[in-house]
């Protein structure tokens, strides 16, 4: 844990929220599931509502975690070779038409500049000033802001290509982009979000899938190693696939609801857009060629993903790579009216702050010595706020030389015996041995350790207990009849009229084609038409 260190730190998402009314219940997930995402986001305190409609306030508590992911993955991008670069907010209309798919497929979701200004109205009759867009401010194009950066970035690229010693280029670009969202949901779909996207260039198509291939495999990494989240590597059918694409790989996640969520996309351009804004290279022989492309991204939706996956019915659930808080410390005092009680809390205080300082050196800890609190109030709320270890320290702990510790989930496993354990374990409550400083440090360590890995592990078992495969379409509609929720494979032959039929009439869309068992397609026909099947199709409810 000791490589993950990053910087200190609603019910209703059309409600505001502040830490002072954070709800004394959470909503129970089997009552509605909705709801109880709502107030694990709101009682955690990361985000809530702007005034502007489908847009949130991202809050500390909140934003670390982006942060978190942030670094992460920023880390791994330049050790690939890739640089960060920032392109403008702004694109012209006229670009995003230049690929046919592409505007096709953004069209809908796009918000539109046409003022380069406003001036001020005074009504006659009430005098009152508003503001509205200046007639003579009119743009001479209209100017879209951002839902992606494919054009803005093709259009300089044709530019900055010339010969094949300018290949490849590897970009990525830190931004927010906003796509109109009548439907909005903190973290998984909102009108603005913050994301990462990456966009290349290359001389072959080999080395462009290649690249392809690559990013969706640092986006698995991103997810199972830092935010413990299972995810299936697949690709898209030709229906689910990025406007402008020649192929979509994508990674797909199972919610605690069973739906999924699709945390991250890599895409497989070809050469639409170099060929759609003119970029070409000369090779060796000074012959000329069009470059292929890739582009590639994640986003805030997977803090979405790690509320979904791990969080449980007292609140929120962080494994301890991304909880910008690992370790609270708790010192349990007693009432002042006794002056003995007046040397021990001295005393408890006094080592719980030692205890603060010899594990800071690692991870990140909070002490709450909080006096107008009780330590029962502290315990809701950092469980609320999903920190992996709560510390509980007083003046029994310290004469036994130990300090108690209870994990955020109530199914912790049994400790090793390489834990300097204090007694007995009592489910996800146990003792570690705090007389030598090193010796607790490495206890600690690994108490964390176990905890990350046992998040990965619930999860992905819970992933394939609720994973079934069928060989008919009558075999999907029984299931889905006798309440299944969950993962389907089917064999499957490509046909969007088909794909659109049975998502219309169970509402379980074509995930992706998992890249691991598409080996089973053959020999095998197609659950649906009963032609030969060309793939193993994935097929789910989703977010």
Same mark, same amino acid.
């Given at each position: 844990?000791?490589?993950?260190?990053?910087?200190?730190?609603?019910?209703?998402?059309?409600? #505001?929220?502040?830490?002072?009314?954070? #709800?004394?219940?959470?909503?129970?997930?089997?009552?509605?599931?909705?709801?109880?995402?709502?107030?694990?986001?709101?009682?955690?305190?990361? /985000?809530?509502?702007?005034?502007?409609?489908?847009?949130?306030?991202?809050?500390?508590?909140?934003?670390?975690?982006?942060?978190?992911?942030?670094?992460?993955?920023?880390?791994?991008?330049?050790?690939?070779?890739?640089?960060?670069?920032? !392109?403008?907010?702004? @694109?012209?209309?006229?670009?995003?038409?230049?690929?046919?798919?592409?505007?096709?497929?953004?069209?809908?979701?796009?918000? =539109?500049?046409?003022?380069?200004?406003?001036?001020?109205?005074?009504?006659?009759?009430? &005098?009152?000033?508003?503001?509205?867009?200046?007639?003579?401010?009119?743009?001479?194009?209209?100017?879209?802001?951002?839902?992606?950066?494919?054009?803005?970035?093709?259009?300089?690229?044709?530019?900055?290509?010339?010969?094949?010693?300018?290949?490849?280029?590897?970009?990525?670009?830190?931004?927010?982009?906003?796509?109109?969202?009548?439907?909005?949901?903190?973290?998984?779909?909102?009108?603005?979000?913050?994301?990462?996207?990456?966009?290349?260039?290359?001389?072959?198509?080999?080395?462009?899938?290649?690249?392809?291939?690559?990013?969706?495999?640092?986006?698995?990494?991103?997810?199972?190693?830092?935010?413990?989240?299972?995810?299936?590597?697949?690709?898209?059918?030709?229906?689910?696939? !990025?406007?402008?694409?020649?192929?979509?790989?994508?990674?797909?996640?199972?919610?605690?609801?069973?739906?999924? +969520?699709?945390?991250?996309?890599?895409?497989?351009?070809?050469?639409?857009?170099?060929?759609?804004?003119?970029?070409? !290279?000369?090779?060796?022989?000074?012959?000329?060629?069009? =470059?292929?492309?890739?582009?590639?991204?994640?986003?805030?939706?997977?803090?979405?993903?790690?509320? +979904?996956?791990?969080?449980?019915?007292?609140?929120?659930?962080?494994?301890?790579?991304?909880?910008?808080?690992?370790?609270?410390?708790?010192?349990?005092?007693?009432?002042?009216?006794?002056?003995?009680?007046?040397?021990?809390?001295?005393?408890?205080?006094?080592?719980?702050?030692?205890?603060?300082?010899?594990?800071?050196?690692?991870?990140?800890?909070?002490?709450?010595?909080?006096?107008?609190? #009780?330590?029962?109030?502290?315990?809701?709320?950092?469980?609320?706020?999903?920190?992996?270890?709560?510390?509980?320290? $007083? /003046?029994?702990?310290?004469?036994? $030389?130990? =300090?108690?510790?209870?994990?955020?989930?109530?199914? !912790?496993?049994?400790?090793?015996?390489?834990?300097?354990?204090?007694?007995?374990?009592?489910?996800?409550?146990?003792? @570690?041995?705090?007389?030598?400083?090193?010796?607790?440090?490495?206890?600690?360590?690994?108490?964390?350790?176990?905890?990350?890995?046992?998040?990965?592990?619930? /999860?992905?078992?819970?992933?394939?207990?609720?994973?079934?495969?069928?060989?008919?379409?009558?075999?999907?509609?029984?299931?889905? &009849?006798?309440? *299944?929720? $969950? *993962?389907?494979?089917?064999?499957?032959?490509?046909?969007?009229?088909?794909?659109?039929?049975?998502?219309?009439?169970?509402?379980?869309?074509?995930?992706?084609?998992? +890249?691991?068992?598409?080996?089973?397609?053959?020999?095998?026909?197609?659950?649906?038409?009963?032609?030969?099947?060309?793939?193993?199709?994935?097929?789910?409810?989703?977010?």
């Amino acid at each position: 844990l000791a490589r993950f260190r990053l910087p200190r730190l609603v019910r209703s998402f059309c409600a #505001s929220t502040t830490t002072k009314n954070i #709800s004394k219940t959470t909503t129970a997930f089997d009552v509605d599931d909705s709801s109880w995402y709502q107030d694990v986001i709101t009682n955690a305190d990361l /985000a809530e509502n702007s005034p502007v409609r489908g847009c949130m306030v991202l809050k500390p508590n909140g934003y670390a975690l982006w942060e978190a992911i942030r670094e992460y993955l920023d880390k791994r991008l330049k050790e690939t070779g890739h640089r960060n670069a920032y !392109f403008p907010l702004l @694109i012209p209309v006229s670009f995003l038409g230049r690929e046919a798919q592409h505007v096709e497929g953004f069209a809908t979701e796009c918000a =539109v500049v046409t003022h380069h200004r406003l001036r001020a109205v005074k009504n006659p009759d009430t &005098q009152l000033t508003t503001m509205e867009p200046d007639p003579d401010a009119k743009l001479e194009e209209p100017l879209v802001i951002r839902p992606t950066s494919e054009t803005m970035i093709w259009s300089l690229f044709s530019k900055w290509v010339q010969s094949y010693r300018d290949l490849p280029l590897l970009f990525n670009q830190w931004a927010n982009v906003v796509r109109w969202e009548m439907r909005c949901r903190p973290f998984l779909r909102t009108t603005e979000f913050l994301w990462q996207e990456g966009h290349t260039a290359h001389a072959t198509a080999e080395e462009a899938m290649e690249e392809t291939r690559k990013m969706l495999n640092e986006y698995e990494r991103l997810c199972e190693d830092l935010l413990s989240v299972p995810v299936i590597k697949g690709v898209k059918s030709e229906m689910e696939k !990025f406007a402008g694409a020649v192929q979509t790989f994508t990674i797909e996640a199972m919610m605690r609801n069973q739906w999924a +969520l699709q945390a991250g996309t890599s895409h497989f351009l070809g050469q639409n857009f170099a060929r759609a804004f003119d970029v070409q !290279f000369s090779n060796e022989k000074g012959e000329k060629h069009f =470059v292929w492309a890739t582009s590639w991204g994640v986003s805030t939706r997977l803090i979405g993903a790690t509320i +979904l996956t791990h969080s449980d019915a007292k609140g929120l659930v962080l494994p301890p790579r991304v909880a910008p808080t690992q370790i609270v410390i708790i010192p349990i005092t007693k009432s002042t009216k006794q002056t003995a009680n007046d040397q021990n809390n001295d005393l408890v205080l006094e080592k719980a702050r030692q205890l603060k300082q010899a594990l800071s050196s690692k991870f990140r800890v909070v002490l709450d010595d909080r006096q107008h609190l #009780s330590a029962g109030a502290k315990f809701f709320e950092w469980e609320k706020r999903g920190v992996p270890l709560r510390l509980e320290l $007083g /003046a029994r702990d310290l004469a036994r $030389g130990s =300090v108690a510790c209870i994990a955020r989930v109530d199914d !912790f496993p049994t400790l090793p015996e390489l834990v300097a354990v204090s007694g007995p374990q009592t489910g996800n409550r146990f003792s @570690i041995k705090i007389d030598d400083e090193a010796q607790t440090v490495q206890s600690i360590e690994t108490v964390l350790n176990i905890f990350q890995s046992h998040l990965l592990t619930r /999860a992905r078992s819970f992933q394939q207990q609720n994973t079934q495969s069928v060989d008919t379409y009558d075999e999907m509609v029984q299931l889905l &009849q006798n309440g *299944f929720v $969950g *993962f389907i494979m089917a064999p499957w032959r490509e046909n969007s009229v088909n794909e659109t039929a049975i998502k219309t009439a169970t509402k379980a869309t074509i995930r992706c084609y998992p +890249l691991h068992n598409q080996h089973l397609a053959v020999g095998r026909k197609c659950f649906y038409s009963g032609e030969e099947a060309d793939h193993i199709a994935l097929f789910a409810r989703a977010y």
